[in-house]
């Protein structure tokens, strides 16, 4: 089932990077997405506020008078507000399943999985709030069913629901209530949404500014093609038959109507629970090899490392025996094993006079001398006499093992920022290759989060360490094409060793 | 023009977002009661009678109570228990033994129950004891009464049952 889903989103994000380009694909900013929906309801939240009133009487025309007075603002204001809202609850379901799917909620993103439950709980809650507060025939019906859904549990000394007997029942006082929890359960759930992202190291919080504002563009478009309106006003005198729903959040509620409450309790809190466990249930996922290791011998205490750990797991303490030096430390229950640590750290240059490489942070799972002996060993095997290629790659993109011939060797590992730039500049001086291809995860969406964006940052030398100037860029290439790009990378590695030939070419004929 | 091609297909793409998504904020229709349905809620919120009681407390009682807390007879708080029925058509629609609420129950009995019931002309009975030293039924009342489609009619309490 996880493998399907998988399959199904890499499907997804190749459609969409079609139209929308890696860089503003929604798929790999879901999370940002749903804080940009949240930023919206905000807004808009405030605006609404200022124009409703707080009182039964005043709610549904306070409102209607916002819809069609000022159908200009109020009116796009009201549409932004639902729709945003709805928009969000579809991108975070998509977020929690693709994290999912893509097996990027287990080992220490234990931590942002668990923490993104009680935020799904918070948005409903919030959702809920804001449909009862319009006081329509929908909030009426929301208002009776979710009373008794919680009259059903045993904290209730007096009947919820006898607040909403008939007209005659009705206070001003419980509305005001209402009001206060649909501010408060939203800026609770921002809370949350600031808790659920504190392990993950500069965390993608804002779309990408060409999809922000196609979005912003499309939801204008359906505000005023499509205004959100009231209902009927509410009667309770008179029960509510047959009512318009919002199946993106009020789905519970025809449950309640037909399971009755303590079954649909049940259900949720159970799902709840699952959901929560999930990370540490038995299932198919990638194993978590042992952390990274700093060796005190190695490290300058330059914070390399720290900078580029994408989860937040490296953190600096006085050095161990060098006196006004610093350290790494690895916080183990923090640390994925993704090793982009040890392609930063300035020691791991195989420059260096050593008679075994070492480093200042690595994983034990693929330490850096293993990548020397590993690219030096291969491309020394190598027997054709196209231009001699290294290919390395990560376990999550494209499955650059299929790649391998007898001009191209080939090198998986847990993610293509473990290669040092100082690698490259190493082979191609020592002539053990032409040219040297790093491919991985898409533009965007690196399953470390960071390591594709790392290495565009190194090359282009803006981060440290960087690609020297010295390497010669044409016999350098970057390609983020994803596991759905494997055969597309087979085509590059081929059109670049023609290129890297008609240049040996061109240079032996022009000097 | 691969340009163009490209914003055109965002455009098909939010289009594909957006408008089920509008559509799904308010439709399909859910059908909550049935055309030729009433509803009928019941809701009474009452304290039942205190069990049992004062007694006079004995001499050596007496003087065991702290000064500012002597009284000469020492009372019971515990209240009845609400034993509700409705009736209708002669047929029992609900009936339960509500209990009174806090820690000594001490406090209200308090229920809310609602039914769907057909549309038209019903011969409601509303049952109550609220004390257990008494048999039978405290409170009654019994009445005809005619619902519309859709209409909401609530039985409550206060002194008595009363229909709205
Ligand atoms: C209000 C709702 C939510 C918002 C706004 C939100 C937002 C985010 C953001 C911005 C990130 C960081 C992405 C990045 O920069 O790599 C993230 C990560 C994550 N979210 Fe959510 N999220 C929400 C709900 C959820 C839910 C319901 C779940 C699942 C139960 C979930 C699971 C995760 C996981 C596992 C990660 C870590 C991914 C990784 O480390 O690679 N989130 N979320
Ligand atoms: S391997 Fe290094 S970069 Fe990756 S999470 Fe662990 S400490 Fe951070
Ligand atoms: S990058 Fe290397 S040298 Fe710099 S602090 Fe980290 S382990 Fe030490």
């Known amino acids: ?511 | 023009m691969a340009d163009l091609r490209r914003y055109l297909g965002q455009a098909l793409l939010y289009a594909a977002f957006f408008v089920p998504l509008v559509y799904i904020t308010h439709l399909p229709t859910f059908t909550h009661l049935e055309e030729d349905m009433a509803v009928l809620k019941i809701a009474v919120r009452h304290a039942g009678k205190i069990i049992g009681e004062c007694k006079p407390l004995s001499g050596a009682e007496y003087d065991k109570l702290p000064s500012n807390m002597k009284r000469p007879e020492i009372c019971p708080r515990e209240r009845s228990p609400l034993q509700l029925e409705l009736l209708l058509d002669g047929e029992s629609l609900y009936r339960a033994t509500v209990s009174p609420s806090g820690l000594h129950n001490d406090g209200v009995s308090s229920m809310y129950q609602r039914f769907e019931v057909p549309a038209g002309a019903h011969h409601l009975q509303l049952l109550m004891n609220d004390d257990v030293a008494s048999e039978g039924y405290t409170w009654q009342l019994e009445r005809d009464v005619v619902l519309e489609p859709a209409q909401v009619m609530v039985a409550s309490f206060k002194e008595g049952f009363r229909l709205q």
Request: hydrophobic share 45%; net charge negative.
């Open chain 1, 1 to 511: 089932m996880k493998a399907l889903l998988k399959k199904g989103f890499n499907h997804l994000d190749s459609f969409f990077s079609v139209f929308f380009t890696p860089k503003w694909n929604p798929m790999y900013q879901l999370g940002a997405l749903s804080f940009f929906y949240y930023w919206i309801v905000a807004i808009t939240g405030v605006y609404l506020f200022i124009f409703f009133e707080t009182s039964i009487s005043g709610a549904y025309s306070s409102i209607e008078r916002i819809t069609h007075d000022q159908w200009y603002i109020g009116g796009v204001m009201r549409s932004f507000h639902r729709y945003a809202s709805a928009a969000m609850g579809i991108c975070v379901t998509l977020h929690l399943v693709r994290e999912y799917a893509m097996d990027r909620y287990s080992g220490p993103r234990w931590f942002s999985w668990v923490t993104g439950i009680p935020l799904l709980w918070l948005l409903f809650a919030s959702a809920i709030g804001g449909y009862w507060l319009v006081w329509d025939q929908l909030a009426q019906y929301i208002a009776i069913l979710t009373a008794e859904w919680f009259d059903w549990l045993p904290i209730m000394v007096d009947p919820m629901a006898s607040n909403f007997l008939n007209e005659s029942t009705l206070s001003d006082r419980f509305f005001s209530l209402l009001v206060f929890l649909h501010i408060g359960i939203p800026l609770a759930l921002l809370l949350g949404m600031f808790i659920h992202i504190k392990r993950v190291t500069g965390a993608r919080t804002n779309p990408a500014s060409g999809l922000a504002i196609g979005t912003l563009l499309a939801m204008l478009v359906v505000s005023l093609v499509w205004p959100a309106l009231s209902q009927a006003p509410a009667n309770l005198d008179v029960a509510v038959t047959e009512v318009g729903l919002d199946w993106v959040f009020l789905n519970p509620y025809p449950l309640i109507n037909s399971w009755g409450p303590g079954q649909t309790w049940a259900l949720l809190v159970g799902l709840s629970c699952i959901l929560t466990l999930l990370p540490w249930l038995p299932s198919k996922r990638p194993e978590q090899t042992p952390v990274a290791v700093v060796d005190p011998d190695n490290c300058n205490g330059c914070g390399w490392c720290l900078a580029d750990c994408p989860y937040e797991a490296v953190s600096m303490k006085d050095h161990d025996y060098k006196k006004d030096h610093k350290q790494s430390v690895v916080d183990p229950d923090l640390c994925v094993s993704c090793g982009i640590c040890a392609g930063a750290c300035p020691s791991s240059s195989p420059f260096r006079h050593v008679d075994e490489l070492t480093t200042g942070i690595s994983i034990p799972g693929f330490h850096i001398k293993e990548l020397l002996s590993l690219t030096e060993n291969k491309l020394k095997a190598l027997d054709s006499v196209a231009p001699h290629i290294m290919l390395y790659g990560c376990d999550h993109g494209s499955t650059v093992d299929q790649l391998e011939s007898g001009s191209v060797a080939a090198i998986s590992m847990p993610c293509s920022a473990l290669v040092p730039p100082a690698f490259i500049d190493y082979v191609l001086r020592r002539g053990l290759a032409d040219g040297v291809i790093i491919s991985g995860c898409c533009e965007g969406d690196c399953y470390y989060r960071l390591g594709n964006t790392w290495l565009d940052q190194r090359f282009s030398q803006e981060r440290m360490p960087i690609l020297r100037t010295r390497v010669p860029r044409e016999k350098v290439r970057l390609s983020w094409l994803g596991v759905q790009g494997t055969a597309q990378l087979g085509t590059e590695i081929e059109e670049f060793q023609h290129y890297l030939h008609h240049a040996e070419e061109e240079e032996a004929y022009y000097g």
